[in-house]
């Protein structure tokens, strides 16, 4: 199995920005993508974007489309999500996922989940 640990979440005003971590461990060469979900209060867990890591083809959800940004380390099994111009609306806890697929863009393409961090943003 891969472990993912999630970091970087916390509180920020509406505008401003925040890099989420997600370092990997474990039977990571089973990993071709690995994306960022988010879940807000009483909602589903939701797709944000995805990255393949051999050919860093990158894909995201319309509403983040512009505003965020996924990528990778080179050196280490750890990817990013660089989120500016943030919004109340993208309060939610945000999930690192590892998957076998080559752009997954649903959570059952997704086979391993670290445990979250939460990003609040403020109006």
């Known amino acids: 199995q891969v472990q993912l640990v999630e970091s970087g979440g916390g509180l920020v005003q509406a505008g401003g920005s925040l890099r989420l971590s997600c370092a990997a461990s474990g039977r990571t060469f089973t990993m071709y993508s690995m994306g960022w979900f988010r879940q807000a209060p009483g909602k589903e867990r939701d797709f944000v974007a995805t990255i393949n890591l051999s050919s860093r083809t990158t894909y995201y959800a319309a509403s983040v489309a512009g505003r965020f940004t996924i990528s990778r380390d080179n050196a280490e099994n750890t990817i990013y999500l660089q989120m500016n111009s943030l919004k109340p609306e993208d309060t939610a806890v945000y999930y690192c996922?590892?998957?076998?697929?080559?752009?997954?863009?649903?959570?059952?393409?997704?086979?391993?989940w670290g445990q979250g961090t939460q990003v609040t943003v403020s109006s």
């Open positions: 996922a590892s998957s076998p697929q080559y752009i997954p863009t649903k959570r059952n393409e997704y086979n391993d």
